[in-house]
């Protein structure tokens, strides 16, 4: 079965750091790419960053580009979304996604439950 | 930034009634580029069509998509209990790889 476990939000004050995971299994995880996708309470869906199967590409969306840096170990079958300099609106479930198809970047057809990061002093 | 608009923001109607979701591109979405997800309340997105007209793995055939370019469809034929729900569409022809603000499908 496939399957996607993330973790690692919490609370934490405006301006600090956090680093998220998302632990795959049941695919070949190194041929597909993975996104992160946040929510803030009670708004729409946000695209975040996503990165290729190799690692070697990567794409960020504006609000958190120089900020959110993606990675991914194909030996460990996990990606992270390591967010520095943390501000209120990045309050949200964070959530991360398998693409649909290998060599593509979207869509996500696999999601993790989600998990809630707390911007707050 | 490709902007995408859905309409209408919330759609109220009885369980076997019909729905036509729009969702809207600011430039066009290359390659038909364009998914439509579900959601319900406490859960993750699910995908429901992509590549514009593509139903993903087990969705059932009363939803369908439609569209090319700047315009498109999501349409369920008879709508059951459980597609009470809020649906999204997404672009993925151009980073960043926007979404829609939602058509929340309530029951009237």
């Known amino acids: 079965e496939v399957q996607l476990v993330d973790s690692g939000g919490g609370l934490v004050q405006p301006g600090g750091s956090l680093r998220l995971s998302c632990a795959a299994s049941g695919f070949t995880f190194s041929s597909y790419a993975m996104s992160w996708v946040r929510q803030a309470p009670g708004k729409g869906l946000e695209w975040v960053s996503a990165?290729?199967?190799?690692?070697?590409?990567?794409y960020y969306a504006d609000s958190v580009k120089g900020r959110f840096t993606i990675s991914r170990d194909n030996s460990k079958n996990t990606v992270y979304l390591q967010m520095n300099s943390l501000r209120g609106e990045d309050t949200a479930v964070y959530y991360c996604?398998?693409?649909?198809?290998?060599?593509?970047?979207?869509?996500?057809?696999?999601w993790g439950k989600g998990t809630t990061v707390t911007v707050s002093s | 930034e490709i902007v995408l608009t859905q309409s209408p923001g919330t759609l109220s109607l009885s369980p076997g009634e019909g729905a036509t979701l729009s969702c809207r591109a600011s430039?066009?979405?290359?390659?038909?580029?364009l998914a439509w997800y579900q959601q319900k309340p406490g859960q993750a997105p699910r995908l429901l069509i992509y590549?514009?007209?593509n139903r993903a793995t087990g969705i059932p055939d009363r939803f369908s998509g439609s569209g090319s370019g700047t315009d498109f469809t999501l349409t369920i034929s008879r709508l059951e209990p459980e597609d009470f729900a809020v649906y999204y569409c997404q672009q993925y022809g151009n980073s960043p790889f926007t979404f829609g603000p939602g058509t929340k499908v309530d029951i009237k």
């Open positions: 996604a398998k693409t649909l198809v290998r060599g593509g970047w979207l869509p996500m057809d696999v």
């Open positions: 990165i290729i199967g190799s690692g070697v590409s990567t």
């Open positions: 590549d514009a007209s």
């Open positions: 430039q066009s979405v290359g390659s038909s580029y």
